[in-house]
């Protein structure tokens, strides 16, 4: 990794030139949301994309930090609000999420089903620490965009949470972003 200096917004980070770019649509996110009817209904009129992610993954010595950019694309599937898929690190490594655009929040879960719940707002910092799994949504209207930062050679583990989810649930209520607990949760 060469240094930079480049300003804390989605413009001067999206300068960088990704190692990889992931794009996950709705057909990639079968069995994460609540409502599959509603899951199914909206797959069979368009396979829209959810977020994209670009990642710069460190993969040389254990000194360099690996970093990525995720955008979540506003909407709702029922009335669960577009996230990630969400994961846990399965080897030791914590993580910093930076705010640059929008309003979110950060669902946080250890394996013993203990749960809180973040905003994200532009300029704020969350941090993750090792066992505590995360998912990132989208709960306004605008794109979502925050940075990332973690430790090189991290596992992540997605299986635990397309098999568990997570206990809370992200709703639009009638005035806003309501959390409800998933009926289909079970602490991994
Ligand atoms: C990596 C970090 C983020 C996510 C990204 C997409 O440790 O937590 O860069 O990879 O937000 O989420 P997910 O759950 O699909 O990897
Ligand atoms: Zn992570």
Redesign the pocket.
Known sequence: MLPFGLPLTAEGLLQLPATKTIRRHLSDMRGYYADADAYAARLAAEDSLIYTFWETEYTGDTRGLSFGITEIVPGTVGREFHMTKG?F?ASDGD?IYLTLKGRGKLLLQTRQGEARTYDMTPGGICY?PTGWG?RTVNVGAEPFIFV?I?PPH?V?DYESVQKYGFPQLMLQGDSGPVEAPNPRYQAG
């Open positions: 994961h690190h993580e993750i995360h990332s973690w991290i992540h």
